[in-house]
């Protein structure tokens, strides 16, 4: 079973960007597709993209597209989220988990192996 950790939240200005990255050990990383999910204080866990296991297909809500973008590097057992033109609306704690479907899927039922999160905080 894959275990990940995810890295490289922070506090950044709105309009600014940053770039998560989630770390695999155990199981085999490139058998799964990896979802990235968030949630703020009070809110439900959110899908925000996923990306298949030779990172051939992504998927995005609309909430991200055009702002997000999800990649993977399967030598290294990472998959990074890029994330431009921050809103204050994208704070949240950010996770990232494996789903072992060959489709891509938005539920977090779907995905297993989840990290600890990094917080994200935009400010206005």
């Known amino acids: 079973q894959v275990q990940l950790i995810e890295s490289g939240g922070g506090l950044v200005q709105a309009g600014g960007s940053l770039r998560l990255s989630c770390a695999a050990s155990?199981?085999?990383?490139?058998?799964?597709?990896i979802g990235w999910f968030r949630q703020a204080p009070g809110k439900e866990r959110a899908f925000i993209a996923a990306i298949s296991w030779n990172g051939d297909r992504t998927y995005y809500p609309d909430s991200v597209k055009g702002r997000f973008t999800i990649s993977r590097d399967n030598a290294k057992n990472t998959v990074s989220l890029q994330m431009n033109s921050l809103k204050p609306e994208d704070t949240a704690v950010y996770y990232c988990a494996a789903d072992g479907h060959y489709t891509l899927g938005s539920s977090p039922s779907r995905y297993d192996g989840w990290g600890q999160g990094t917080q994200v905080t935009v400010s206005s």
């Open positions: 155990g199981g085999t990383f490139s058998a799964y597709t």
